[in-house]
């Protein structure tokens, strides 16, 4: 048993369905895919750069926005994001709720996301 409360996923952050069919003309530079997101933490170290490579991802996330990769998620693959992009359609988009979340408790949060992350 717990003390912590339970709360449904969709009290504290929202899925985020925004797309670019041009990043480059968007003003968008870096890309976001599966391999790019570390087991375990909430940074992303490593990304792509769209006008070297680019990919076929039409998803765009911003900064704040948290990213989740919704493929084997038992791999825990998410991350806060700290630039603007476009990212894999394999990664779900989110927003926190910020008057329900803060950002120094994600940690809390994601790590309890195992088996799969519904949002309702």
């Known amino acids: 048993m717990t003390d912590k409360p339970a709360v449904k996923f969709g009290d504290i952050c929202r899925e985020v369905k925004l797309t670019t069919k041009d990043p480059i003309a968007d003003g968008y530079e870096r890309y976001i895919g599966l391999e790019h997101l570390d087991s375990g933490?909430?940074?992303?170290?490593?990304?792509?750069?769209?006008?070297?490579?680019?990919?076929?991802?039409?998803?765009?996330?911003?900064?704040?926005?948290?990213?989740?990769?919704?493929?084997?998620?038992?791999?825990?693959?998410?991350?806060?994001?700290?630039?603007?992009?476009?990212?894999?359609?394999?990664?779900?988009v989110l927003e926190p709720v910020e008057k329900n979340i803060l950002p120094s408790v994600y940690h809390l949060v994601f790590p309890l996301c195992q088996d799969s992350c519904r949002i309702s």
């Open 41 to 92: 933490s909430l940074k992303i170290k490593r990304w792509g750069v769209i006008a070297e490579a680019n990919p076929s991802f039409t998803r765009v996330f911003k900064k704040g926005h948290i990213l989740f990769g919704k493929r084997r998620p038992y791999l825990k693959k998410a991350a806060v994001a700290e630039f603007d992009g476009i990212c894999s359609s394999d990664i779900i």
